[in-house]
């Protein structure tokens, strides 16, 4: 049974940094995407990152670009978000999903929610100012 699950939220200052990680299980297809999005209180999912099952192909949302950074580790599946410089406004739940169809629009550009198949739980992300 395919499984997302994420972790590594918390509690930070402001221009702190988090890890978050997405393990994915129970999926066998060579080729997928992973999404990372966020939701805020009152708002609606926003995509943050993706990456390919490659590792060659990122993509980030302006909000978030050369603040975080996406990562894949080998044959495990599972998936980094590093977040450094971070502010108030970050702070969200953030979810990462999994997408495997259509091939050639896995990871084209900035995630949108609709696109993707499969999603995690969540985890909490605070930054304090």
């Known amino acids: 049974q395919l499984q997302l699950v994420e972790s590594g939220g918390g509690a930070v200052q402001a221009g702190g940094s988090l890890r978050l990680s997405c393990a994915v299980s129970?999926?066998?297809?060579?080729?997928?995407?992973i999404a990372w999005f966020r939701q805020a209180p009152g708002k609606g999912r926003e995509g943050v990152s993706c990456i390919t099952s490659t590792g060659i192909t990122t993509k980030y949302a302006d909000s978030v670009k050369g603040r975080f950074t996406v990562s894949r580790v080998g044959a495990t599946k599972t998936v980094y978000l590093q977040m450094n410089s971070l502010k108030p406004e970050d702070t969200a739940t953030y979810y990462c999903?999994?997408?495997?169809?259509?091939?050639?629009?896995?990871?084209?550009?900035?995630?949108?929610?609709?696109?993707?198949?499969?999603w995690g739980q969540g985890t909490q992300v605070t930054v304090l100012s």
């Open positions: 999903a999994i997408k495997w169809e259509p091939r050639s629009q896995i990871c084209a550009g900035v995630p949108t929610e609709d696109e993707y198949q499969n």
């Open positions: 129970g999926f066998t297809f060579p080729w997928y995407g």
